[in-house]
């Protein structure tokens, strides 16, 4: 992955953590984080932290399931 190809970082509460190229991949992974935790007894609140105003935006990367 090439710097400036990540549009932001998502983390949860529950210690998972994951970049991501775009606000739609962004949101494609939260909402399949939450159907499917990796700990279902732990509570899940989920950020998605934004890149600067000067990132660079990149190529979309691969959305791997």
Known sequence: MSKGSVY?????????ERPASSAWTATAIV?????RPPNPVLEHIITI????????????????M
Do not use: F, T, V
């Open 8 to 16: 932001g970082r998502i983390a949860c509460s529950c210690g998972w």
């Open 31 to 35: 909402a399949r984080h939450a159907r």
């Open 49 to 64: 932290e934004e890149p600067p105003p000067d990132a660079a935006i990149g190529p979309e990367l691969p959305l791997i």
